[in-house]
């Protein structure tokens, strides 16, 4: 994860909703200092220990944060994932953005271990897809990876994918790559997009590197698999759920990318408890904030 680009996006986050303050936390508190425990309340598998050591730390450098959990933990109800202990007013104004977004990231985290387990091919990378949440696509992308699974592109700047509104505009496939080859160089690979076997054998006389096939039932992309020249690298993509999954153990493609990964978890349910004196972290006694 880039550190760098983690600050700014919680800089962004954090003015959204404290704005020019924390009206309830500056009229409470002073110079007061609290504990806190961040507690799994369900499930799961453990997505943004750098969410909670940056962000706290950009509120206030007196933040003390020790985490008990590391991207990829399991989560077991009622596990403590970290330990806090600092003001009280930077605790509380974070609270609600740093709970935000580890939610998330757990609950993509857990969406995808359990896809890597439905699949269970160990010949087969489950991935991810462009279909995040604007603003969150490097978080979201990092909790893919936590759970297990890999990364596709990261934007359109990253990697040539000539889908088929492409190929219609251009006129075909060999045009298409023929231009992007021209225009991108050695460097960068060329995935193509195809959904019939005729587009198949276009897409290998074209040289493409990946070769996608599109909303293809599981005997489809076995076929396809079979096809395709061993040094082209395949992907399945399109219409795969949760439930499907399990068909498509076998069929030798090396990439399934899932929008759902990303677009439609649940998010892991997460709390902060806050201590209510100002001893240490270990001494205090927690309370349901």
């Known amino acids: 994860m880039n550190h760098l680009q983690l600050k700014k996006w919680l800089n962004h986050f954090f003015l959204e909703d404290i704005g020019t303050g924390d009206l309830t936390s500056q009229a409470i508190f002073r110079e007061q200092s609290c504990g806190a425990e961040i507690v799994a309340k369900s499930d799961g598998i453990f997505a943004g220990a750098a969410v909670i050591k940056e962000g706290f730390a950009l509120l206030d450098g007196n933040v003390q944060a020790v985490l008990h959990k590391t991207d990829g933990d399991m989560l077991r109800k009622g596990e403590v994932i970290a330990v806090l202990h600092g003001p009280a007013a930077a605790l509380l104004s974070g609270e609600r953005v740093v709970l935000n977004l580890i ?10 271990r359990e896809a890597v387990r439905r699949l269970d091919d160990e010949k087969i990378k489950i991935c991810d897809t462009r279909k ?17 699974g890999y990364n596709h592109r990261f934007g359109l700047y990253d990697g040539i994918m000539i889908k088929d509104n492409h190929i219609a505009a251009c006129g075909s496939i060999l045009k298409a790559c023929e231009k992007a080859r021209q225009a991108a160089g050695h460097m960068i690979n060329i ?9 198949l054998r276009e897409a290998i006389e074209a040289g493409a590197d990946v070769i996608m096939f599109d909303n293809c039932p599981p005997d489809t992309v076995r076929h396809f698999a079979n096809l395709t020249p061993d040094h082209i690298k395949t992907e399945a993509s399109g219409g795969i759920t949760l439930e499907s999954l399990p068909a498509f153990k076998g069929t030798g493609v090396n990439y399934i990318s899932l929008g759902f990964l990303t677009h439609s978890v649940k998010s892991l349910d997460i709390s902060m408890d806050v201590a209510l004196s100002n001893e240490s972290v270990e001494e205090c006694d927690y309370v349901n904030s």
Do not use: C, D, F, N
């Open 132 to 148: 995040t949440t604007p603003g969150l696509r490097m978080l979201e992308k990092y909790a893919v990876r936590a759970g297990g």
């Open 103 to 112: 939610q998330r990231l757990s609950g993509i985290a857990t969406m995808t």
């Open 191 to 199: 995935e193509v997009e195809i959904e019939t076997e005729e587009q």
